[in-house]
């Protein structure tokens, strides 16, 4: 069975400069800049009749054009029991629109319901619990100024993720263009 979402790729420049970020801060696993994205819809482990319906959905979706994204700082979630940092994505009408679009593929594909709000961002580092609010806060206010990232995403990707704590490596497994 494979672990599957959609998202939208990072540009390696844009990969790069994240990677600024990386270190100074125990209990942290950094994700590697090549696995950055922004996650659309999370299907998680699904039978290959759902992957093939969802595919089948992503190639015929509407033509959009490209969309400008912007990543406009770190922050965290998790409140006084951290769990990740991450680049949080401006918000956008089109990328809120985009991610409606996926919710609806991946329900008529046969998914349950994405019960949690989506809040797009790209993942940083997974925090365990050596990863106090304090030591985070503390990395936070020592990691410098964040200048907006911007990009313009011009496909979506088909994900797929090997069963393990903490996700990655991902592989693009199909990309439909915007």
Request: hydrophobic fraction near 45%; aromatic fraction near 8%.
């Amino acid at each position: 069975m494979p672990r599957l979402f959609t998202g939208l790729e990072i540009p390696p420049e844009v990969g790069a400069a994240l990677a600024l970020f990386r270190g100074r801060l125990p209990g942290a696993r950094w994700v590697e800049p090549s696995d950055y994205h922004i996650t659309l819809r999370f299907l998680g482990d699904v039978d290959d009749e759902l992957a093939e319906a969802l595919h089948a959905g992503l190639v015929e979706a509407r033509p959009r054009e490209p969309l400008a994204l912007t990543l406009e700082g770190l922050a965290v979630f998790g409140g006084s029991r951290p769990r990740s940092v991450h680049a949080a994505v401006a918000a956008s009408e089109a990328l809120d629109d985009l991610q409606a679009e996926h919710e609806r593929l991946a329900r008529r594909a046969g998914a349950e319901p994405e019960p949690r709000k989506f809040t797009p961002h790209v993942t940083l580092a997974r925090l365990n619990r050596e990863a106090s609010a304090e030591a985070v806060a503390q990395y936070l206010s020592e990691a410098g100024i964040f200048a907006p990232l911007r990009f313009m995403a011009t496909r979506v990707a088909l994900f797929s993720a090997r069963a393990s704590r903490g996700g990655g490596p991902y592989i693009l497994e199909a990309a439909y263009p915007l």
